[in-house]
C-alpha cells in the first residue's frame, strides 16, 4: 500500500543551474550531492513541514532518455502545499518560470496553479485544507 510521497525527482540538463535557481525558490541548498564525472548528477533538497525530498537528476538519466524540450511542461504536476497561491504563482513566475495553470479554485479551500520550470518540468502550488488538517492533527496545532 502506499503510505506517502518520499521523493520527487525533476530532471535538468544544467544541473547546477537547476540547484541554483531551485535554492533561491526554496531558500535553502540541497542537502546531498552526487556527482559523476566531476559534475553535479543528482542533488537533493528537504522541504516542508514533513522534509519531504525534491531530487534534481541530469536528464541523461531519464528512464526514457533525455527529455526533448518540446515536451517540456507536459509531464507529471507535483502540487507542493503553499499558504498564498496567488504569492507563490507569481514568484515563481518572477524567478523565471512559464505559466502552465493558472490559480483556480477547485472548491472551497483548494486552490492551484502550475508552472513550468525553466528546465521543462511542471511544478504545482496548492492550497488545500486536507494537507492543514492532517499538518494539525500531527503537530496538535
Do not use: C
Amino acid at each position: 500500500m502506499l503510505r506517502g510521497f518520499t521523493t520527487i525527482n525533476y530532471f535538468a540538463s544544467d544541473v547546477s543551474a537547476a540547484v541554483a535557481w531551485y535554492s533561491e525558490v526554496l531558500g535553502v541548498g540541497p542537502y546531498f550531492e552526487k556527482s559523476f564525472g566531476g559534475q553535479p548528477a543528482y542533488v537533493e533538497f528537504r522541504i516542508g513541514d514533513y522534509q519531504h525530498e525534491l531530487g534534481i537528476l541530469d536528464s541523461r538519466y531519464h528512464p526514457g532518455g533525455p527529455v526533448d524540450p518540446a515536451d517540456a511542461g507536459k509531464g507529471v504536476a507535483m502540487y507542493w502545499a503553499v499558504d498564498d497561491v496567488e504569492a507563490a504563482f507569481q514568484r515563481l513566475l518572477d524567478l523565471g518560470a512559464t505559466e502552465h495553470g493558472k490559480p483556480t479554485e477547485h472548491g472551497p479551500g483548494f486552490v492551484t496553479a502550475s508552472v513550468v520550470d525553466p528546465f521543462g518540468n511542471v511544478l504545482g502550488v496548492m492550497y488545500n485544507e486536507h494537507y492543514l488538517d492532517i499538518l494539525k492533527s500531527r503537530t496538535g496545532e
